[in-house]
């Protein structure tokens, strides 16, 4: 049964900072990458950042380079993702996902398998 439970969202001002956890179980961790999706009212649902939880190979949106960063636990089965610098446009729901390394994924929606429940996070200024 894999689940995937996304965390930490909330209301900050522009300039500030969150960290979002995504706790991953019923699947082997390392096998997959796991992702930040986000869709604000209106959009389409965009990757935000990906990482390899085997290699620890990472992708970022270009929006989010250097104000994003996405890391791994994998004795605890946790992707974190610290947002930092954070803008108006960054207001949404975001979402963890996780594909088997063996698609040899892509950070985009439409390859992710499997989906968590999104956090809100909304950002004023």
């Known amino acids: 049964d894999v689940q995937l439970q996304a965390s930490g969202g909330g209301l900050v001002q522009a300039g500030g900072s969150l960290r979002l956890s995504c706790a991953a179980s019923?699947?082997?961790?390392?096998?997959?990458?796991i992702g930040w999706f986000r869709q604000a009212p209106g959009k389409e649902r965009e990757g935000v950042s990906c990482?390899?939880?085997?290699?620890?190979?990472?992708y970022y949106a270009d929006s989010v380079k250097g104000r994003f960063t996405i890391s791994s636990d994998n004795a605890k089965n946790t992707v974190y993702l610290q947002m930092n610098s954070l803008k108006p446009e960054d207001m949404a729901v975001y979402y963890c996902?996780?594909?088997?390394?063996?698609?040899?994924?892509?950070?985009?929606?439409?390859?992710?398998?499997?989906w968590g429940k999104g956090t809100q996070v909304t950002v004023s200024s």
């Open positions: 019923g699947f082997t961790f390392d096998d997959y990458a």
């Open positions: 990482i390899s939880s085997s290699d620890g190979s990472t």
């Open positions: 996902a996780a594909v088997p390394l063996l698609l040899h994924p892509t950070c985009h929606p439409y390859g992710m398998d499997y």
